[in-house]
């Protein structure tokens, strides 16, 4: 039988593609006042957004027969005809975002305009509204969205923790302020300040504002016009790419939106100028008629379906190309020839004239390609025996530092005979064995050791961390910071000590002694790419998490040459651990290649 659903129902249905999450409430509302002119706004949350989230805003504000309506389904000021919804230039223009959200929280609305003595207030439990009453209040609107999910408990379960909420809320507020130079906003969370911005001068001041002044002097500005499209913004130059792809923003008519076949662009761009695995860092904007985009495509209108999608795609991929190119110091690139194979008793004689290292060859690319000095050859002593109690020293330093992993890689190994080897471009190890050869990833088998070692030491509580004689500050965006504090009970636990510097900024106070010769940048990444991994989290989920992607930023690297101890030691864990099959991503430690295998190849047999 077919029934037409009661408002409540249809209401709760909506919910549930416009409130995904506290973020998606904060995101409505922070819209709703920059439609309304705001230009100055500040978001109170609590508990993450459980409790409380509360918008207040300077806005031009509500009358009375506004806020009648104001939480009835597909009400709104911004559209009124289907021409317009062609031609949309607001935020918001659904009208479901306020029914939606008082359908499943208890909600009220308190505003004045200006030219009111005395303002008006509505309330909304589950879908139930209350009339519209006197108020007294400042000029704008405070919404306040209270007890998120109360009678949808189903839903409120599937909430993550405080700190990972906060985070996805401040990703929101970012995302809204790149958009807008002209707006102040102040975000807190239970009584704290997260973020604070006032009004910017420019859109390069933004983005320093907001991620930190390690951009200063890396942002290269783009910009291209043709016929009614307009594209401006910024590309970091290519050192400062990252491991993940965290840091592309692209708005349009200053709303942000995701597009894969754009972001293809950009990455087409920068098509030689990247090293493998690196993701660029660009922060676009987008100008372009409303009438040539259907924004109507998804309920949080981040996907949006352009007309002329070939011709943008080709002006943005051009623009970028013509950016980098132009900032490209001169010079000529040249490359060292490969370093032949070498075996372990030749490389333990290597003086200074000897062909260049794999990491060297690297490193020289990278300076021809990005005018940045090459990396020293030097590399840490990741094997050596514990160092003493000494602290060690955060910043250029640290990759001198020796390790100091209290036992973890032992100066001597049973039988090192036994092991016949050779180091092949300076990433895999050859290793003889009974029946034929196999090839292990140096990478991959440390990575499992450093993940095996810490592991079973936090299993026993006997988690040991090493002081940095000075913390290592660094700033972050404002969702990535919260990202990063949200998981400091687990991060305490692993021997990772990291705390709120102020500002945008965190500290990295001690390390586990495991991981002593990762830098505290690269810890620091590998939490957020913990984080970025979309699987479910529980107390052991996200401690694998976080050990697998801090083992991984710890371990020896390809290009990284070892000495015939390191290795045997290596080679040693691997024979004793039946976990050294595969890395803690999933990934094979070793390819074995067996003698009969061997034989066929060579035509020996059939």
């Not at 969370?189 to 320093?208: I, K, P, T, Y």
């Not at 471009?425 to 990575?447: I, M, P, R």
């Not at 050294?580 to 390819?591: D, I, L």
Request: charged fraction near 30%; glycine fraction near 6%; aromatic fraction near 6%.
């Amino acid at each position: 039988m077919i029934r037409i659903l009661s408002p409540d129902v249809a209401n709760r249905i909506a919910a549930g593609e416009v409130v995904e999450r506290p973020a998606s409430v904060v995101k409505e509302l922070l819209e709703n006042s920059l439609d309304a002119e705001a230009t100055r706004v500040l978001i109170e949350i609590e508990e993450g957004g459980k409790r409380l989230i509360r918008v207040t805003d300077d806005g031009c504000g509500l009358t009375a027969d506004d806020l009648a309506l104001a939480f009835v389904a597909h009400a709104t000021s911004k559209i009124a005809s289907v021409e317009e919804l062609f031609e949309v230039q607001s935020f918001g223009f659904r009208g479901e975002a306020l029914a939606s959200i008082g359908s499943v929280s208890r909600a009220s609305i308190l505003s004045r305009r200006a030219d009111e003595t005395l303002g008006h207030q509505v309330r909304c439990e589950g879908g139930s509204l209350s009339p519209v009453e006197k108020a007294g209040g400042p000029r704008g609107t405070v919404v306040e969205i209270r007890d998120l999910f109360f009678n949808t408990p189903a839903r409120r379960k599937f909430l993550k923790s405080d700190g990972a909420e906060i985070a996805r809320i401040s990703e929101a507020v970012l995302r809204v302020l790149l958009g807008r130079e002209d707006l102040a906003l102040e975000l807190k969370h239970n009584g704290r300040r997260v973020l604070r911005v006032d009004r910017a001068e420019s859109f390069e001041a933004r983005l320093l504002e907001l991620f930190g002044q390690d951009l200063a002097g890396k942002l290269i500005p783009v910009r291209a016009e043709a016929e009614g499209i307009c594209l401006d913004g910024f590309l970091a130059a290519p050192d400062a790419a990252r491991g993940n792809a965290q840091r592309q923003y692209l708005l349009l008519n200053e709303r942000f939106i995701r597009d894969r076949s754009l972001q293809h662009a950009v990455s087409r761009g920068y098509e030689g100028f990247l090293l493998p695995r690196r993701y660029p860092v660009w922060f676009l904007r987008l100008d372009m008629d409303p009438a040539s985009v259907d924004v109507n495509v998804h309920p949080m209108k981040t996907e949006v379906r352009f007309r002329e999608k070939n011709r943008l795609f080709a002006l943005v991929q051009r623009a970028c190309r013509t950016a980098l190119e132009a900032s490209r110091p001169s010079g000529t690139l040249h490359l060292k020839p490969e370093a032949p194979y070498r075996s372990p008793s030749s490389r333990s004689s290597s003086s200074s004239a000897a062909p260049a290292t794999r990491r060297e060859r690297v490193a020289e690319m990278e300076a021809g390609l990005f005018g940045s000095e090459p990396a020293p050859a030097q590399r840490p002593e990741v094997f050596d025996e514990p160092s003493t109690t000494t602290p060690m020293r955060g910043g250029a330093s640290s990759a001198k530092r020796r390790s100091c992993r209290d036992g973890a890689w032992p100066r001597h190994v049973e039988d090192p005979e036994s092991f016949r080897f050779v180091q092949m471009h300076d990433s895999y190890l050859v290793v003889e064995d009974a029946l034929g050869f196999h090839v292990v990833d140096q990478h991959a088998l440390h990575e499992r050791m450093l993940f095996e070692n810490l592991a079973q030491r936090m299993e026993k509580g006997e988690v040991a961390s090493q002081e940095l004689l000075i913390p290592w500050v660094r700033e972050l965006s404002a969702s990535e910071k919260q990202r990063v504090l949200a998981a400091e009970a687990e991060l305490d636990a692993m021997g990772l000590r990291i705390r709120d510097f102020g500002g945008q900024a965190v500290a990295v106070e001690a390390v586990p002694l495991e991981f002593g010769d990762a830098s505290p940048d690269g810890l620091i990444d590998a939490v957020l790419a913990a984080d970025e991994e979309r699987v479910e989290e529980s107390f052991s989920s996200l401690r694998r998490r976080l050990l697998a992607a801090m083992a991984c930023r710890a371990a020896v690297k390809f290009g990284q040459s070892l000495s015939d101890r390191e290795i045997r030691v290596l080679l040693a864990w691997e024979r004793e651990s039946p976990q050294s099959a595969a890395c803690p991503h999933g990934r094979p430690t070793r390819v074995r290649i067996g003698l009969e295998e061997l034989e066929r190849l060579f035509l020996r047999k059939d």
